[in-house]
């Protein structure tokens, strides 16, 4: 289903969820603010979908709602995709915020749509 190369300290079944929920927040709100690292971590997944969803083909709304909940594979189909039709890949930015959480230090970036 996702290719994930970071364990987040989770079973593989809690980490395709984690990535899941991840990329349906992202889809929904068109911009998160996370940890470096999980932004790192769902850009090409999300992008790989987008991707999917810019060729407006029955079989690949199908393979969308077989990994997403189906409002935001809808979102994703019907908004998204039609938007960046004429654009051949990049459509995530990842930027780097100053700031780092408070409890683990980690790095915090925000994840948009371009």
Excluded at 83 to 108: N, T
């Amino acid at each position: 289903m996702f290719s994930i190369k970071r364990k987040f300290r989770k079973t593989i079944g809690a980490r395709v969820n984690f990535i899941r929920i991840l990329a349906n927040n992202l889809i929904m709100r068109e911009r998160i603010e996370t940890t470096d690292t999980r932004a790192r971590e769902i850009r090409p997944i999300v992008e790989k979908l987008v991707t999917l969803a810019k060729h407006k083909r029955l079989a690949d709304l199908r393979i969308l709602l077989s990994r997403l909940p189906k409002v935001s594979a809808n979102k994703l189909f019907y908004e998204l995709g039609p938007k960046y039709l004429d654009r051949k890949g990049g459509y995530l930015r990842i930027i780097k915020d100053s700031g780092v959480r408070k409890r683990d230090a980690a790095r915090k970036a925000i994840v948009e749509f371009v």
